[in-house]
């Protein structure tokens, strides 16, 4: 058969690991992307890569990092998956140094590794502090060789809308938008891979980039596709709020000596100097007296979140708390975390050797995603999935620096496997849907462009945002979600009202922004019934009601599948793959 | 601080051959504002300064961090990206207007993809054999990674080029983000072996020659790449290669 | 690629222009070129403004002494062709090629009024008026007036007269300023951009160098200019005996022949001549 026709959308790490093994393989590839490809989340991951080198002298093995990921992730992932990650991390790493990332050396000229968390071991490889950008770019750089061999075609600033699915429901393609001409269109393929990354857009405000809005998750879920375990969102518990989003500010400003602290007296409003310490509530040294600031992160989100909601303590009234490294002298900050505070400072603008920094947890990733198999492949087929928007490799929660692990493994399989697939795929019966589905999306695009109402999108997602952190980040009770949901349904219904003050057809962001809007309303259900259905604690999802976790009922994968009625989508279980190792009780305050 | 408000003077072109025109706008400051959030404000509630009912502005954003490269614009006449651009460090109005130097498409949006066609052109890429398991790659010592590290760390964001007064139709200047590329391909241990090729190219029209050294490019890089460095020794490289080549030849 | 178009129900799409184009990679001759432009500045011009600013210091020694240097200059082997080759073609090729240079660039040190902009466009400037001056005196001191390479000896006089208009002196002044930033800025350009200074601290090093090797040159051109139009040597004569055989020309040989102690009088008004006599 011909060369087989391969669509990747998203072209973060693991779009273009896909890509590049699909191409190497002697595929033909149409990689779709609304950003530049070199502009996509990955580049904002910091600390480093996770790979049992065991370049230390420490006994590390595949097998410590398979454990410490699965324990990490609270025994939810499936271990067969994980496992093979694990085992394919080591060459990961080799391949992406002989790429030419400029991975952080010993004076000898091998590859450097620090410790992160969730492990005893020295683990992660690391290039400075932006790790995230040096990976994605090297993928970047040998996706350009491929598309300049013309193996690789880039749809650079295009919006994926849905997957075309023939009579048979077999997948056969896309539909697409342009967003510069608003052009609508369909492009065939043998098969489809989905990399397009987490849903932090939901959530407001989140360390996610602008394009992580989850858009086109959502809308091969609603085309039928099983979305897992949407409920464990990874809030990490420094970030530096900001108007426009929320910055990561790394562990290790508390590792050195960081304290965190609010006013005791609510609405306090005197700059942080003038409040003598006896007024000044170390919330976390007080409570957690052995740990002190250094409690492992789901406790410190957990706490911050109670100091804020529960007493009502956040800082001028607002969600934020005080990161002092002020009492630790200059010299020592900068030579330790000079990087870090530079960020700050430029963001912010105010000198954290100066004044304490303001930090709050803030939304940062996605475990869940769309349910796949062990090969990628989603419950449609045809569409595969890889990377953050699928579910497959953290189970409850991710360990750092396994992310973007993760995303490359998911790629370099879901590619090859997608070849696979093609090359067996029977021949497309007429256009496999594609008229069909692209009426359908013109039909949806012209009742928006023409939609009368009053309603802005950007209000609506600002309200959406508001709601989801407020219920469905770190502290969950099922009342809160219930009135999280209702707001979502609420914010559907209003958005058949919604009227775009913009009805250009050209460059219009407020249409594509309305678009991605939908899908993100119709996917945060599966977040907030997914979380009222699980009535347990585990990893990320934490209830106050149900502090326990609860292996007999819920060691299961949540699996949401849409509906199309108000009532939201329907849920089923899924048993866990266990197979290696026994699931165990997960505590951080003593040696596992 | 109740009433306190910041004022944006946005240039505004709905389409490519529109007419430009300024609409000013009047938004209600808040803590900590960048540029950034000031358009997302604007989005949400997109009526102008004199209470006129407008359209939200068509800009280039993602990561928000300035490590993306996406959302540089002229801010104040300079070229710099607008998430790290506070609004308490800025003279008001706050006067925004796109790139001067790509082609617009909207609003404060251009197109900056000739940088990646550039990129193609000089092959900035490491020539690995293949993605199967062929063990540990070279040795690097600390001292080559030191010198990489920074060069990597290239957003794209194109204000080397924007602030450059050669890169321009009439030069077709590469521009200095490429040649640091060049720079960091040919120190690589592997990448190396496209070293001739990549100095050849940079020698073709529109290449290395036409800098003109005014060292803005340095000046304005928001990652501080040593850019001058890099188009110094890329320089002598060029014309090494050449003067190899004609002796060769 | 595409199965299926939606109808386009639009009348105009508009179109993204074209903007700068990507790099000609190896394509095309504009290195060689522009490199030829950048050599040529140092050598053969550079060198020659070298040797033109110290034999004009000569004039501080006076107008018998200049007109020795000139004389000198003019008798070396090949001297017409070394002229041409060495100094007019390449001359009017940096002039020509630089102004070309100059039209394609587009200064912004409006917005971007930082040092080395300021440099760039400086460069711009004083290269123009560089081109300008040239021409100018090259056309009025070598091809217009006293045949100075036939009369040697009436150099001294020959600038003096030129500067006596207060206008001109100043184009001279501006221009020797100009020329001389010029030189020394293309120095430190040439060495930045060959990659001979490809560290911050080496290019601030050779600024300093550059920068002292040009004021020493503007001083000494300054005072060459002010020479000419000092008290010390006003009046010069036209054709000051430069106290050797064969110094004359060959016109003045003649002359000699025919009127044993007489000078010929080409140019310039009897009083003038009366002086010169006088300053004999």
């Known amino acids: 058969m011909a060369t087989p026709r391969i669509i990747v959308v998203g072209g973060g790490l693991a779009g273009l690991a896909a890509v590049i093994k699909i191409a190497e393989a002697g595929g033909s590839v149409d990689l779709f992307s609304i950003v530049p490809v070199k502009r996509s989340h990955s580049v904002c991951a910091q600390g480093g890569i996770n790979a049992a080198k065991n370049l230390k002298g420490e006994g590390d093995t595949t097998w410590q990092h398979f454990d410490d990921t699965i324990y990490g992730g609270d025994f939810l992932a499936n271990q067969t998956p994980v496992k093979a990650m694990c085992e394919a991390a080591p060459a990961i790493i080799d391949l992406l140094d002989r790429m030419g990332v400029p991975f952080n050396r010993t004076p000898e000229g091998l590859l450097d590794f620090r410790r992160f968390g969730g492990t005893l071991y020295n683990r992660t490889a690391f290039a400075g502090a932006t790790t995230g950008q040096q990976l994605l770019y090297a993928l970047d750089e040998q996706v350009r060789r491929y598309e300049a061999e013309g193996k690789v075609k880039k749809y650079e600033g295009w919006e994926f809308l849905s997957a075309i699915i023939d009579s048979k429901g077999v997948a056969r393609g896309i539909t697409a938008l342009d967003l510069r001409s608003m052009e609508l269109r369909a492009f065939a393929a043998d098969a489809i891979i989905l990399a397009t990354g987490g849903i932090g857009a939901i959530f407001g405000k989140s360390t996610n980039s602008v394009v992580c809005t989850g858009s086109a998750q959502s809308a091969v879920f609603q085309q039928g596709v099983y979305y897992a375990n949407g409920e464990f969102i990874q809030v990490h518990p420094t970030s530096i709020p900001g108007e426009d989003k929320l910055r990561l500010m790394s562990e290790s400003a508390r590792g050195e000596g960081g304290r965190v602290w609010v006013p ?329 | 601080m109740a009433n306190r408000t910041v004022q944006f003077e946005i240039k505004r072109q709905a389409s490519p051959d529109g007419p430009a025109v300024w609409e000013r706008f009047e938004l209600e400051w808040r803590p900590g504002m960048n540029v950034i959030s000031a358009m997302m404000e604007i989005a949400a509630n997109p009526v102008t300064a004199d209470g006129r009912p407008t359209t939200p502005i068509t800009y280039d954003s993602n990561c928000l961090e300035e490590i993306c490269g996406s959302c540089a614009m002229r801010i104040n006449g300079k070229a710099r990206m607008a998430c790290s651009s506070l609004v308490d460090n800025l003279e008001q109005p706050i006067r925004l207007e796109p790139l001067s130097k790509f082609p617009l498409v909207r609003d404060l949006q251009v197109d900056r993809s000739v940088l990646f066609k550039n990129l193609m052109r000089v092959k900035a890429w490491v020539p690995v054999d293949g993605t199967y398991d062929l063990g540990s790659g070279p040795r690097v010592y600390p001292q080559q990674q030191e010198v990489n590290y920074p060069l990597s760390n290239c957003i794209s964001c194109t204000c080397c080029m924007e602030v450059c007064p050669q890169f321009n139709e009439q030069t077709g200047f590469v521009g200095a983000a490429t040649i640091a590329q060049v720079r960091l391909f040919n120190n690589h241990p592997t990448g190396k072996v496209l070293k001739e090729d990549r100095l050849r190219a940079l020698a073709g029209d529109g290449g290395i020659q036409e800098c003109g050294y005014a060292q803005n490019c340095v000046k304005a890089c928001p990652k501080q790449i040593p850019l001058t460095n890099a188009i110094a020794d890329v320089g002598r490289d060029v014309i090494g290669q050449k003067v190899k080549d004609w002796l060769r030849g | 690629m595409a199965t299926a178009h939606v109808p386009a129900a639009r009348p105009h799409v508009p179109q993204v222009h074209r903007g700068v184009e990507p790099l000609h990679a190896g394509e095309g001759t504009s290195f060689i070129w522009r490199k030829l432009h950048s050599l040529t500045g140092i050598v053969p011009i550079g060198a020659f403004l070298i040797e033109h600013i110290i034999s004009n210091w000569e004039a501080v020694q006076g107008p018998v002494a200049y007109g020795k240097q000139v004389y000198f200059l003019n008798h070396l082997p090949l001297v017409r062709a070394l002229e041409w080759v060495f100094i007019f073609i390449p001359l009017l090729y940096h002039g020509l090629y630089g102004i070309w240079i100059w039209l394609r660039g587009k200064a912004n040190v409006v917005y971007y009024p930082w040092a080395g902009n300021w440099l760039y466009v400086a460069q711009r400037y004083t290269g123009l008026l560089a081109v300008v001056y040239i021409a100018y005196h090259v056309a009025t001191q070598r091809f217009m007036g006293v045949d100075l390479p036939n009369h040697p000896a009436a150099a001294f006089w020959k600038v003096q007269r030129e500067l006596a208009n207060p206008w001109i002196l100043a184009f001279y002044v501006v221009a020797m300023i100009a020329i001389c930033f010029h030189f020394a800025y293309g120095v430190w350009l040439f060495a930045a951009k060959w990659g001979i200074t490809p560290g911050e601290r080496s290019r601030w090093r050779f600024g300093w160098v550059c920068g002292v090797a040009g004021f020493i040159l503007m001083g000494m051109g300054l005072a060459s200019i002010w020479a000419f139009v000092s008290a010390r040597y006003a009046n010069a004569p036209e054709n000051p005996s430069l106290g050797f055989q064969g110094s004359e020309s060959r016109d003045q040989r003649t002359a000699l022949a025919l009127k044993p102690n007489g000078l010929t009088v080409r140019i310039g008004n009897p009083s003038q001549v009366a002086d010169a006599h006088a300053g004999l």
């Not at chain 1, 496999?432 to 802005?456: C, D, F, H, P, V």
């Not at chain 1, 907030?528 to 934490?542: F, K, P, V």
């Open chain 1, 264 to 592: 005791r007296k609510a609405g306090d409003n005197r700059p942080a100097k003038q409040i003598p310490e006896s007024e000044r509530f170390y919330f976390l040294e007080e409570w957690y007296p052995k740990y002190g600031n250094l409690v492992p992160r789901d406790v410190a989100t957990r706490a911050i979140h109670k100091v804020v909601y529960e007493l009502g303590l956040g800082l001028d009234g607002q969600a934020m708390v005080y990161l002092d490294l002020t009492h630790i002298d200059r010299e020592t900050l900068d030579r330790k975390l000079g990087g870090i505070l530079e960020i700050y400072e430029k963001f912010v603008g105010v000198d954290p050797h100066v004044e304490p920094m303001k930090i709050f947890p803030g939304m940062h990733y996605t475990m869940g995603g769309l349910w796949v198999d062990f090969d990628q492949m989603t419950s449609v087929p045809g569409i595969f999935a890889a990377g953050e928007c699928e579910y497959q490799y953290h189970g409850a929660n991710r360990l750092g620096a396994n992310s973007l692990v993760s995303c490359i493994f998911g790629g370099f399989h879901a590619g090859p496997n997608a070849m696979q697939y093609a090359k067996s795929l029977p021949a497309v019966e007429g256009d496999g849907g594609a008229a069909a589905e692209l009426a359908r999306q013109a039909e949806i695009n012209k009742k928006l462009m023409n939609n009368e109402g009053s309603e802005n999108p950007f209000r609506l997602w600002r309200e959406l945002g508001q709601t989801m952190t407020e219920h469905a980040t770190v502290i969950r009770q099922n009342k809160g979600l219930e009135k999280a949901d209702a707001k979502i349904v609420e914010l559907l219904d209003r958005f058949k009202r919604v009227n775009l003050s913009d009805k250009s057809q050209w460059a219009n962001t407020s249409f594509a922004f309305a678009r991605q809007l939908k899908n993100m309303l119709e996917l945060s259900r599966t977040i907030t019934q997914g979380a009222i259905l699980r009535d347990e604690s585990r990893g990320a999802h934490y209830k106050p009601d149900y502090p326990e976790r609860n292996d007999e009922k819920f060691l299961k994968t949540t699996k949401a599948s849409f509906t199309g009625t108000c009532e939201g989508p329907r849920f089923e279980y899924e048993d866990v793959d266990t197979q290696y190792i026994t699931p165990r009780a997960r505590r951080y305050d003593a040696a596992k």
